[in-house]
T-cell receptor, first 115, second 115 residues
Framework: GAGVSQSPSNKVTEKGKDVELRCDPI?????LYWYRQSLGQGLEFLIY????????KSGLPSDRFSAERTGGSVSTLTIQRTQQEDSAVYLC?????????????FGPGTRLTVL | AQSVAQPEDQVNVAEGNPLTVKCTYS??????LFWYVQYPNRGLQFLLK??????LVKGSYGFEAEFNKSQTSFHLKKPSALVSDSALYFC?????????????FGTGTRLQVFP
């Protein structure tokens, strides 16, 4: 079946512009996660959605970052007034109902470059 | 607080030799532990996980990992390395004492297998 998809695969933007990154999780997966992978760094947790529960936003680095998940499926990560330090690969993952022990399936990522 | 340490940025091994990629963790409750692999220009792929039960966990591509509670370690191993195993490996942990399914990832270890 189809895996996690993300779009666009690459995004180049100018400092100060807003960007939207999209994630389509695996059908039937109720948990969705966003991570950021900077060059030479590990994965940094950003936000987690589980069903209709309030999202865990504890990893969002500033109020310029926000995310929503519509209809329990597609998610959009929005970065407002982008800064050069926002340049990174943004990874989305999904898993079966959050039970803690289900593995996450990752998308290919969106490479964001802020000039 | 949850944390994961991968003390080696890079591991070099000759093809056919055994390999070990180290991971240690710190949690308040019981750990759920995962290994993921990232091939160049591709997303992360799940390798194996420890939730409970046998300390030796077997996963994809001939990899295995041993959970050691006293040493708080979850080292990844393979008896005989292949050149195609060359990739970036991430260890991750979830602490079951927290009411969230987010994973905390290590900074990654680059495995280089030489012919």
């Amino acid at each position: 079946g189809a895996g996690v998809s993300q779009s666009p695969s690459n995004k180049v933007t100018e400092k100060g512009k807003d960007v939207e990154l999209r994630c389509d999780p695996i059908s039937g997966h109720t948990a969705l996660y966003w991570y950021r992978q900077s060059l030479g760094q590990g994965l940094e947790f950003l936000i987690y959605f589980q069903g209709n529960s309030a999202p865990d936003k504890s990893g969002l680095p500033s109020d310029r970052f926000s995310a929503e998940r519509t209809g329990g499926s597609v998610s959009t990560l929005t970065i407002q007034r982008t800064q050069q330090e926002d340049s990174a690969v943004y990874l989305c993952a999904s898993s079966l109902a959050g039970r803690g022990f289900n593995e996450q399936f990752f998308g290919p990522g969106t490479r964001l470059t802020v000039l | 607080a949850q944390s994961v340490a991968q003390p080696e940025d890079q591991v070099n091994v000759a093809e056919g030799n055994p390999l070990t990629v180290k991971c240690t963790y710190s949690v308040s409750g019981n750990p759920y532990l995962f290994w993921y692999v990232q091939y160049p220009n591709r997303g992360l792929q799940f390798l194996l996980k420890y939730i409970t039960g046998d300390n030796l966990v077997k996963g994809s591509y001939g990899f295995e990992a041993e959970f050691n509670k006293s040493q708080t370690s979850f080292h990844l191993k393979k008896p005989s390395a292949l050149v195609s195993d060359s990739a970036l490996y991430f260890c991750a942990v979830r602490d079951d004492s927290y009411n969230t399914d987010k994973l905390i990832f290590g900074t990654g270890t680059r495995l280089q297998v030489f012919p």
